[in-house]
């Protein structure tokens, strides 16, 4: 067997098992409401809830206001035409739908149910979705083939008055249709005079030469291909949509329509263009190849073939990403916050407009963290925002609703944008965005990292997600034949390299290391014979790898305390410059925002000197995960400073504000307090003003290690760390049996700190 196949049937097993942990599939539905009382369940349902009922039906648009209508969307498919699989059923295309469904929640915060509909009759579909429509806000229409798409679609817009969407048509077009119109500022051409092949003739390929017409593309000037070859004058039984697409040319064949051609846009198939095919097109071409996974033509060879190409693909992995999670969930945002009759042209065209603008502003900071680079602008590089980017919940929303306004289908208008756009940035704030951009960045730029306690199967997993995700690239350290009799009962067959401290293949570098441990520790205790016995030891081996460069970042502590981990760590590795004790923070991603906690490990009763150093270590931390940081010195009092403690905390804070002005930190403060805008408000001289803080400086080591235990023993929120902070080199302690998840956090955050010393 192949490593392909091997990785294949590992990836597809993976796929499995991550549907199939419970609560199974990918989507469910949580109270939004108190209902621990008996006085909370008589307000949702008996006697209370006769009250909204009544209020409803004396006035239908006060559903919007008593129920989760406004917020809710059907996503509705008969699985005919599911991604690249066909007709496979409504059953089968359950999966994708939820999937659809976990991408409006993370990028809009909108909720989904999906509907799968077992009929392929399109009148009997469209009858099925009228009688359910009441429920929601609404309807994206999904995986529909065609030609029944077009109809379905145009009769449910006709007769339905909510947003609705098929968004294997319009998304595509929206989005293609952004990155057109900068592509052709790029190369300097008008859209009214380029001439277009669009190869692939279903429901995305008719929705996209719509859109660019609306936009003033010629239809003269576009030509149109199937799998029978180009649609002209000489084609029969052609589909009312292809009819509107037939060219009066003697072209053929897709080879002869790309000559002297200046846009190509491919939604077919991969590998259908050769590079002599792009070498016949006009100067500065155009080529988005969108089929996924294999492009029309490969982007390295696009590139290599014509250095001056303007290229877009359907992947991730390369510049200009056409990808519809750019568009819909912020479409539906802005459609829904103004209860909009519908999606209308007037919206689609403001969507697109949104995106081309976005592209060619300044890109903010945390877009460059997300994508590691240091330059993104504006160019043949860059000419399609990035799904990380935040601004596309803001300005493409609020340019869809405001034409939603004009266009005199708002339901109910939006009186203060400021306010509305205050929302949409909150509401970017519930999902794990921050994971999504570590791990991109780490990608960009993957380093070797070596994982302690190599038999261990959480371990032994995480290395294998490392591996296969590009995160990283893994390395275990342990006994080698128990690593790999451990990988064997597992059943998993990985080609990752396995360090053994006593291997023979290690003697090399046990008498490097052991002369490096003796010339650190010779006056701290550790003779020759000593150093020549722990280099044998792992929990020594590892930082010595480190501190020889033969690792770029370190993780270990699976299966012992921390301190017993961290004391051989702190013995070899040096402290960045400036730095007077090492200190550790865990990064607490909850619904609203991620909050960082620190000193959660290392300093038991610091010092206000010791509680600067950690506010100053972890705003510099935060500040690497392109978060603003806003630190509170917590205390049990409230800017009193009577206890002894909070006394402690108030001299720190006093020495913060003294010698680092510019910084965002005040306290003694409450949890409670320093979390909560109206609490705040009580304090106007607070630094933090009334924007709750995201770090929280703990005043002691136990009450900071028994809030995060508290909350991830809980599994309240998603907790990623100890990250250590103040070391020279990438190293971090795993908590005792952490989870694959953890692990794999802890790596993604070790290697992003290992791409910022490469840096320096």
């Given amino acids: 067997m192949s490593k392909n196949s091997r990785d294949q049937i590992a990836f597809d097993k993976a796929a499995l098992d991550y549907h199939s942990q419970e609560p199974k599939g990918k989507i469910e539905v949580i109270p939004s409401k108190p209902h621990s009382s008996q006085r909370d369940l008589s307000l949702a349902y008996s006697p209370g809830v006769a009250v909204p009922c009544m209020a409803i039906h004396d006035d239908p648009q006060k559903v919007y206001e008593y129920t989760s209508k406004g917020n809710l969307v059907a996503v509705i498919s008969n699985g005919t035409a599911v991604l690249g699989l066909g007709d496979i059923g409504p059953e089968a295309s359950k999966p994708v739908m939820e999937g659809k469904g976990l991408l409006f929640k993370i990028f809009a915060g909108i909720n989904v149910f999906d509907i799968e509909i077992n009929e392929k ?9 009228k009688a359910i429509a009441p429920t929601f806000g609404g309807i994206n229409l999904e995986d529909i083939k065609a030609p029944e798409a077009f109809y379905i679609e145009q009769r449910l817009k006709e007769e339905l008055d909510i947003p609705l969407m098929h968004d294997d048509q319009h998304g595509t077009a929206i989005i293609s249709a952004a990155a057109l119109i900068n592509a052709l500022e790029i190369a300097d051409k008008k859209i009214g005079e380029v001439k277009m092949v669009i190869n692939g003739a279903g429901a995305a390929a008719v929705a996209c030469a719509k859109l660019y017409i609306s936009l003033g593309l010629d239809p003269k000037n576009i030509l149109m291909c199937d799998s029978k070859g180009v649609i002209n004058q000489r084609r029969e039984n052609l589909t009312p949509e292809k009819l509107d697409f037939i060219a009066q040319t003697d072209i053929d064949t897709l080879e002869d329509a790309l000559k002297g051609s200046d846009v190509f846009i491919g939604l077919s198939k991969g590998n259908v263009m050769s590079a002599e095919m792009l070498l016949s097109m006009g100067e500065n071409p155009i080529v988005f190849a969108l089929a996924n996974p294999d492009p029309e033509i490969s982007y390295d060879l696009a590139i290599a073939t014509r250095p001056d190409v303007m290229m877009a693909t359907g992947r991730s992995d390369y510049p200009n990403q056409v990808n519809n999670v750019l568009g819909f969930p912020y479409i539906f945002r802005g459609a829904l916050d103004v209860q909009a009759k519908g999606i209308n042209e007037a919206m689609k065209l403001a969507a697109v407009k949104a995106l081309a603008e976005i592209a060619k502003e300044p890109v903010p900071e945390m877009v460059k963290l997300a994508y590691n680079v240091t330059n993104m602008s504006f160019g043949k590089e ?16 609020i340019a869809v609703a405001k034409a939603a306004m004009e266009s005199g289908i708002a339901g109910k208008p939006i009186e203060d944008f400021e306010a509305y756009e205050n929302q949409l940035l909150d509401r970017m704030g519930r999902d794990e965005k921050l994971v999504r951009m570590m791990q991109n960045r780490a990608k960009a730029n993957p380093k070797r990292v070596t994982l302690g306690n190599g038999e261990e199967y959480n371990i032994l997993k995480a290395a294998q997600i490392l591996q296969e ?53 010779n006056r701290k205790g550790i003779n020759e014979y000593k150093a020549k016995r722990y280099v044998r030891q792992r929990d020594y081996f590892g930082p010595l790898m480190l501190e020889h460069g ?41 619904e609203k925002k991620p909050l960082f906690f620190a000193d959660t490990s290392i300093n038991k009763n610091p010092s206000a000197e010791d509680l600067v150093d950690i506010a100053r ?43 680092y002005p510019k910084m965002i930190v005040d306290g003694e403060i409450q949890p409670d307090f320093a979390l909560n805008s109206d609490h705040l408000a009580d304090y106007p001289f607070s630094k933090l003003g009334t924007n709750p803080a995201n770090v929280l400086v703990f005043p002691n080591l136990e009450s900071a290690n028994l809030s995060y235990k508290i909350i991830r023993g809980m599994k309240a929120a998603q907790t990623i760390g100890p990250i250590l902070m103040g070391l020279d080199q990438p190293v971090h302690v795993l908590q005792m ?24």
């Avoid at 860059?382 to 929303?397: A, E, G, M």
């Avoid at 017993?564 to 760590?569: G, T």
């Avoid at 009577?642 to 913060?656: D, M, N, Q, R, Y």
Wanted: glycine share 4%.
């Fill in 550 to 590: 033969d690792t770029d970042a370190l993780i270990v502590g699976f299966s012992k305390s921390y301190a017993s981990v961290l004391k051989p760590v702190l013995e070899i590795i040096a402290k960045k410059p400036g730095v007077n004790k090492v200190a550790a923070m865990m990064m607490i991603l909850t």
């Fill in 121 to 129: 009759d399109p009148d009997k579909f469209i009858q099925t979705v």
């Fill in 737 to 760: 049996r952490s989870s694959v998840d953890e692990i794999v956090n802890l790596a993604t955050i070790a290697v992003l700190d290992a791409q910022m010393k490469e840096k320096k």
């Fill in 617 to 659: 270590m972890a705003e510099i931390t935060v500040k690497t995960f392109a978060i603003e940081p806003r630190i509170a010195m917590l205390g049990f009092e409230n800017f009193s400073a009577k206890a002894e403690t909070s006394k402690k905390v108030a001299a720190a804070v006093k020495i913060l504000h003294e010698k």
């Fill in 382 to 397: 860059y000419f399609i925002p990035k799904p990380f980017d935040n601004r596309l919940i803001t300005k493409v929303s």
């Fill in 469 to 521: 995700e590009g995160i990283a690239y893994p390395s275990l350290l342990g006994n080698k034949k128990l690593i790999k009799e451990k990988m064997e009962q597992y059943g998993m067959d990985l080609d990752i390299p396995i360090i053994d401290p006593n291997d023979d293949e290690q003697k090399g570098n046990r008498k490097k290391y052991r002369q490096t441990l003796w010339n650190k520790r």
